[in-house]
């Protein structure tokens, strides 16, 4: 058992307890040991400043969840966490890259590696000999400090963190040497990832006393990481009749592993049931409203961490309030708007699917966008006149809409909701002001200088500025479009910032960052595609740094260890990212090329599909002749405006009804923005998610707070972990040698004619022609 606090202090905890939750029942089957035992009269490493709960954290999920004590002297920077951390971060690169690819694209998350460290770490630390070297100088190390230790192990997570994901910029190479077939050099392949993924900490170094330090700004997926780092690491009896936390993830963690054998192999329809289809197989309609991957998923459900999880992230890490927000914003776009915009035939809806990412012509049949591509790799304008304009699905249409919805909303509900509170940080007056416990605690360290940062981003700039100007022919990306893609990075980073780390929402600012570069510079999609992946990745990686910065604020990681291990672990990445997509590419033949490649094959890339689908749209034909005056949907443009509006009225019904606290919780960026991932998303995806959201953040964490206290967080690290190993072991052991199974049971979803047109005389394979 752990080493119990001080009397007083356990008392005090006690009654902040029954205070916070109005519940005055046995709490015997609760931790109340933090991590690490405060040392409030200590003067070691500069002392720890006395603690009352009272200084813990205002946002309750984090004071439950995070631990309120450190040990300064605990050592981080050992052997074991340069191995495997670099290790880790390799690993999940090349795995996540791999995967990418696939018809069903698996993101391995850092908390597989989290876990899969820990018998590696402690194995090494009863192995390794304790010999220190270069005794007596300022470099003196061992292999071996000690027992491996809690915060050791946040730095490899860190580590793990920087090959989690997916890296945006490999979609660009993937776009040119695979959709178009034009020529683009390994070494400008580098360049273009290398600086992209770099930019980033320029961003966060500028915000972070906005979005690190202020208690506020809680960043709710990090409480995942937090709440494993201790079951793994804290010493806890067991309940009579009950589990530790250490037993409950490890039952869960089997459970998830050995069920994914299910929907990831033997009965992949567990994927999404999509009933309605079943009962009406001969019906476009019917299957047009239950197909939960081709339409809109009325009665659909996925009984797969995979499809609950894939694209909004685990429902468990998302607060009641955030995950209600995207459902209603869900429910108004799906079933709302789509079905009027496609049953009253707005343009020429029911020419097309009622949910596809395809771009067709005006008869329904897949545009020739090759055609339209002169020797120049430029906008070949005849071409396009003779071969008639460019019709997207209804729901994606309406999705382009949302999105432009949702940059404005953003920005005018930071200015209503947090204008203050940003001007009050300008002026540095957090200083003056009460901090919680981490923030106090945090102080102790050597902050990372602002002009480190500094440094990083006006060299990452000049370089990015010299690859364009230089590699013109085939970045196409003029100098002024690198300094404004720079601008709107640094405009955006902070409004989107706040939504993400109060909500674990994050609107994209993919769309108007192609929406600038289409009418600045039209018919060069190269161009489009580097502009948007240097104005919306450098902020969506400075917003992966400050995530970490925070994840270790929580865990009291000393700042500048933790800025090393970002920049070390985003370069590993980097060249293990654009190493391993270089390698499919050359070596897997179609790669990505549906038409080409044999029906079963996995190599399909769904995600890169969507973003070639955008090239086309804004960068080679541009946003002038789709969305504007000589365009088919111009009247999209006022969702900017609805946008604009929506926080308004919100931030007017509070002001008018300051008693109903409720009003607050609408978040007219997330509620509006909650399509963003669709598509490649699909309506199963969201379904589910909502649901499981539901269950966790409302029902369980009201009337069973105590068991979600102790439980949520790990449940869902434990579906991460124990789906990401199957389904690399599934991989391995079946995926390698294709081998499958050919049975009714793995016939996706079951609905044929979802995707099928309504309008008459529209002949498409394998559809009904209606007359």
């Known amino acids: 058992m752990a080493s119990s606090p001080p009397p007083r202090r356990e008392e005090e905890e006690e009654e902040e307890e029954e205070r916070r939750r109005h519940d005055d029942g046995d709490d015997d089957d609760q931790i109340t040991s933090p991590l690490l035992p405060p040392e409030p009269s200590s003067s070691r490493g500069g002392g720890s400043p006395e603690y009352s709960p009272e200084e813990n954290s ?9 631990p309120v004590g450190d040990d300064p002297d605990t050592p981080v920077l050992t052997f074991r966490m340069w191995v495997l951390g670099t290790a880790s971060c390799a690993l999940l690169s090349f795995l996540n890259q791999f995967f990418w690819y696939r018809k069903e694209p ?23 000999p304790d010999t220190a ?137 567990l994927t999404s049931l999509s009933w309605v289809c079943w009962v009406f197989p001969n019906s476009v309609f019917a299957q047009q409203l239950g197909s939960g ?25 998302s607060p009641w309030f955030a995950t209600a927000n995207v459902a209603a914003g869900f429910f108004f776009v799906m079933y709302i ?36 591509v002169d020797s120049h790799f430029h906008f070949d304008t005849k071409a396009y006149e003779k071969n008639g304009p460019l019709y997207l699905s209804t729901f994606f249409a309406v999705t382009y809409g949302v999105g432009f919805a949702s940059l404005t909303a953003t920005i005018v509900h930071v200015f209503l909701f947090h204008g203050s509170e940003i001007l009050q940080l300008s002026k540095s007056a957090f200083q003056d002001k009460k901090m919680d416990i981490h923030t106090k605690l945090m102080r102790r360290y050597k902050q990372v200088p602002e002009w480190w940062f500094i440094c990083i981003l006006i060299a990452n700039i000049a370089v990015t500025i010299f690859a364009c100007e230089y590699y013109i022919e085939q970045l196409q990306l003029p100098w002024w479009g690198v300094l404004l893609a720079c601008a709107i990075a640094f405009f955006f980073t902070l409004p989107i910032g706040i939504i993400t780390a109060t909500t674990n929402q994050t609107p994209g600012l993919n769309i108007i960052t192609e929406y600038i570069m289409g009418y600045l510079y039209p018919g060069r999609p190269v161009a489009n595609m580097c502009f948007k992946v240097y104005g919306y990745i450098s902020m969506s990686q400075a917003l992966t740094f400050l995530q970490d910065f925070k994840l270790g604020h929580y865990m009291k990681i000393p700042p500048r260890t933790m800025f090393m291990a ?151 690290g434990a579906l991460d972990a124990g789906l990401a190993f199957m389904a690399v072991l599934i991989y391995l052991c079946l995926g390698l040698e294709n ?33």
């Open 58 to 66: 205002p946002i309750e999920q984090v004071a439950l969840t995070v």
């Open 106 to 128: 698996l993101t391995i998350t850092a908390i597989s590696a989290q876990i899969a460290v820990v018998p590696l770490g402690r194995l090494m630390a009863a192995a390794l």
């Open 133 to 269: 070297f270069l005794r007596g100088t300022r470099w003196e190390f061992s292999l071996n400090p000690g027992p491996f230790n809690v915060k050791e192990h946040v730095l490899i997570t860190i580590f793990a963190n920087s090959g989690a994901g997916t890296v945006y910029a490999i979609h660009v190479i993937t776009a040119v040497r695979v959709f178009y077939g034009k020529h683009i050099t390994f070494f400008v392949s580098l360049l273009v990832v290398l600086t992209t993924q770099v930019l980033g900490f320029g961003w966060a170094g500028i915000f972070r006393r906005y979005l690190v330090e202020p208690a506020a700004m809680w960043w709710p997926s990090n409480l995942v990481q937090v709440s494993l780092f201790r079951a793994l690491h804290e010493k806890e009896g067991r309940v009579k009749g009950g589990l530790t936390r250490n037993q409950f993830f490890l039952v869960a963690f089997i459970c998830s592993f050995a069920y994914y054998i299910f929907p990831g192999y033997l009965f992949q329809m």
């Open 293 to 317: 991957l081709r339409g809109l998923g009325i009665g659909a459900i996925g009984l797969d961490w995979s499809t609950v999880s894939s694209y909004l992230g685990s429902p468990l890490a």
């Open 337 to 372: 708007v789509t079905p009027i915009a496609y049953w009253f035939n707005f343009y020429k809806a029911k020419n097309f699917p009622i949910f596809s990412d395809g771009l067709f012509t005006s008869t329904g049949q897949n545009y020739n966008i090759s055609s339209i």
């Open 566 to 716: 970002q920049v070390v672990g985003t370069l590993i990445a980097a060249f293990v990212y654009i190493g391993t997509a270089w390698w499919l590419m050359d070596t897997v033949p179609y790669i990505c090329n549906t038409e080409l490649l044999p029906p079963d094959s996995p190599w399909t890339c769904p995600g890169d599909h969507v973003f070639y689908d955008a090239s086309v749209i804004w960068g080679l034909i541009s946003p002038r002749r789709i969305f504007g005056d000589l365009g088919t949907y111009s009247a999209v443009n006022w969702f900017f405006l609805g946008g604009a509006i929506a926080p308004l009225l919100v931030w007017l019904a509070h002001r008018a009804f300051p008693g109903q606290s409720w009003i607050l919780l609408i978040n007219m960026p997330v509620l509006i923005g909650a399509t963003g991932q669709m598509p490649p998303a699909t309506a199963v995806n969201y379904t589910t998610w909502i649901l499981v959201g539901f269950l966790s953040g409302y029902v369980v964490y009201r009337y069973r707070r105590d068991w979600w206290e102790r439980h949520n967080y790990l449940l869902s």
């Open 739 to 771: 081998i499958s199974l050919n049975w009714w049971g793995n016939n996706l979803d079951g609905c044929p004619l979802a995707s099928c047109p309504t309008a008459k005389g529209i002949a498409i394979e394998g559809c009904p022609v209606y007359t």
